[in-house]
């Protein structure tokens, strides 16, 4: 069955920076678009990032745009996301999607926690 599993969360001090990583199993990735979505307590799930099956970026979220960087490995069935100049607001479990090109099919990571505090 398909998984993704994200790493690379914890704790950061506010103007940090972190790489999150999704591995894929179960799937051929290169047929998947991918992304990251956040979601804080008490708040909907944002989209943050997504990227193209030949590396194409697809779209940054506002909130992070000019200090975020979404990027792929398929030959690891891997996709990263860095976030730079990191703020409080950035705290949330970061969540991997991959969305099948032509069925549209869908998965979703657990989740990786990441808070931004000093």
């Known amino acids: 069955q398909v998984q993704l599993v994200e790493s690379g969360g914890g704790l950061v001090q506010p103007g940090g920076s972190l790489t999150l990583s999704c591995v894929g199993s179960g799937l051929t990735f290169i047929n998947y678009d991918m992304s990251w979505y956040r979601q804080a307590p008490g708040t909907e799930r944002e989209l943050v990032a997504r990227?193209?099956?030949?590396?194409?970026?697809?779209h940054y979220a506002d909130s992070v745009k000019g200090r975020s960087t979404i990027s792929r490995d398929n030959a690891k069935k891997t996709v990263y996301l860095q976030i730079n100049s990191l703020k409080a607001e950035d705290t949330a479990i970061y969540y991997c999607?991959?969305?099948?090109?032509?069925?549209?099919?869908?998965?979703w990571g657990q989740g990786t926690q990441v808070t931004v505090s000093s």
């Open positions: 990227i193209g099956r030949f590396g194409n970026i697809m």
């Open positions: 999607n991959a969305v099948h090109i032509g069925s549209k099919a869908d998965y």
